[in-house]
């Protein structure tokens, strides 16, 4: 599947789009990761479908058997019914150290990780009239992590969807956060494990952490998840996607 494997620059999913030096930065030491798969995190809706259609076989070929246990695992937890948008596949992100090809490059993808955000994805597609927008879920599948670890980094501030209000970790309203004032917040990292399935509603305030590895010419080292969201419809189903 490596031929399907798609370079993603820091910033085309807006996460650091906020932060134009830091894009440049990015860029011109080429520091990249991947996607597999049609995700709607990187791509509009026509690009989306386009992917799909081509690679979807193939993708369900592959990976069939994780996607039904990551559906399982899901309706388990949320005790409701959860089944996949259009039967379509679920997408993987991929940090590799192939990328990192000076010592420059490796001081920098040790320190940088992306702008804090919440995840608003759902909305990027097309849902039955009534449907809340609020009610989401976000998903991420550690499939292989460096020998260093890694998780998701979550700001002690949460978005309350339901009132449209911005909340601390006490449930005190707080005005609206900036991307400048995230970066002061006080945080903590969840680890992840592989194997082991992290879901949380998409709206704690959030980043992925720095990706800590040695240079390419010293070993290959990976970051590799599976990543979803969830929104929940009046039919009664969550509705899980890339």
């Not at 031929?3 to 996460?15: C, F, I, L, N, S």
């Not at 009132?163 to 995230?182: F, Y």
């Not at 970066?183 to 704690?204: C, M, N, R, W």
């Amino acid at each position: 599947m490596r031929e399907e494997w798609k370079a993603q620059m820091p910033g085309d999913e807006a996460t650091v789009g906020a932060m134009p030096e830091l894009k440049a930065l990015l860029k011109r030491l080429d520091l990249h990761y991947f996607t597999l798969g049609a995700t709607h995190n990187y791509m509009i809706a026509t690009e989306v479908h386009a992917l799909a259609e081509r690679i979807d076989e193939k993708m369900q070929k592959a990976f069939s058997s994780l996607y039904e246990e990551v559906r399982k695992v899901l309706e388990r937890h949320m005790r409701e019914p959860v089944r996949f948008v259009n039967g379509r596949h679920l997408a993987f992100r991929i940090f590799s150290n192939e990328v990192i090809k000076t010592m420059e490059a490796q001081q920098v993808a040790s320190r940088v990780h992306s702008s804090p955000h919440y995840d608003m994805i759902a909305e990027n597609l097309d849902w039955p009239q009534g449907t809340r927008m609020n009610h989401t879920i976000s998903f991420t599948l550690p499939i292989k992590l460096p020998p260093a670890g890694h998780g998701l980094k979550i700001y002690h501030a949460y978005y309350d969807s339901y009132n449209d209000v911005w909340v601390d970790m006490d449930l005190n309203p707080i005005e609206p956060i900036s991307t400048d004032q995230a970066f002061q917040l006080d945080s903590h990292i969840h680890p992840y494990k592989t194997g082991v399935l992290a879901l949380h509603s998409g709206f704690e305030l959030h980043c992925i952490p720095p990706f800590n590895a040695p240079m390419y010419n010293e070993g290959e080292v990976y970051r590799i998840t599976l990543q979803g969201w969830g929104i929940w419809t009046d039919d009664g189903y969550w509705n899980i996607f890339s």
